[in-house]
T-cell receptor, first 114, second 114 residues
Framework: DAGVTQSPTHLIKTRGQQVTLRCSPK?????VSWYQQALGQGPQFIFQ???????QRGNFPDRFSGHQFPNYSSELNVNALLLGDSALYLC?????????????FGPGTRLLVL | AQSVTQLGSHVSVSEGALVLLRCNYS??????LFWYVQYPNQGLQLLLK??????LVKGINGFEAEFKKSETSFHLTKPSAHMSDAAEYFC????????????FGSGTQLTVLP
């Protein structure tokens, strides 16, 4: 049973560029959430996708956008990169079949903005 | 708004000693609570979860946590630490509403001394 997968594992960009990160959910899951984890901090919720729509959004600017595909995989796009966007980006998948919707995390994509 | 406080950003124990990692939460609704572990350069792995069934929850790798509503606490314990337990531990509370976004604490780095 494949878990949550993310690509790429590492990425280096320069300020002002745009980046796309990808996530495939755990088998049987249809909901994908994205989190940003800055160095030495806990993860911060960016947004969640369900049925190809953004269901909820955290306190992140519009430079952060996403998409969910019919196969439930998802992309996170960040435009006009800032140095402060350097972080580990985590994808988590869940299923609304459980009331608590336990989230299972992928290994993350480490983004460095120079 | 939901929040999580983890007391002690760094905890050191000797191998074989009791592990106690503290977590207090704030929630306007009955919470779902989680402990995740993060090994260096990896994503988050679910240790255990509280979903309003038994207040004493057992997880993987010998960890357990007790939900105490009167103290708004969900502390993580393990009777005997092993070197392989060295990692960062995050407590999280699940948000209200349909998205069930996770709000994380700032994490506790556990060091196990030989």
């Amino acid at each position: 049973d494949a878990g949550v997968t993310q690509s790429p594992t590492h990425l280096i960009k320069t300020r002002g560029q745009q980046v796309t990160l990808r996530c495939s959910p755990k088998s049987g899951h249809d909901t994908v959430s994205w989190y940003q984890q800055a160095l030495g901090q806990g993860p911060q919720f960016i947004f969640q996708y369900y049925e190809e729509e953004e269901r909820q959004r955290g306190n992140f600017p519009d430079r952060f956008s996403g998409h969910q595909f019919p196969n439930y995989s998802s992309e996170l796009n960040v435009n006009a990169l800032l140095l402060g966007d350097s972080a580990l980006y985590l994808c988590a998948s869940s299923s609304p079949g459980q009331p608590e919707e336990t989230q299972y995390f992928g290994p993350g994509t480490r983004l460095l903005v120079l | 708004a939901q929040s999580v406080t983890q007391l002690g950003s760094h905890v050191s124990v000797s191998e074989g000693a009791l592990v106690l990692l503290r977590c207090n939460y704030s929630s306007s609704v009955p919470p779902y609570l989680f402990w995740y572990v993060q090994y260096p350069n990896q994503g988050l792995q679910l240790l255990l979860k509280y979903t309003s069934a038994a207040t004493l929850v057992k997880g993987i790798n010998g960890f357990e946590a007790e939900f105490k509503k009167s103290e708004t606490s969900f502390h993580l314990t393990k009777p005997s630490a092993h070197m392989s337990d060295a990692a960062e531990y995050f407590c999280a509370v699940s948000g209200p509403g349909s998205a069930r976004q996770l709000t994380f604490g700032s994490g506790t780095q556990l060091t196990v001394l030989p």
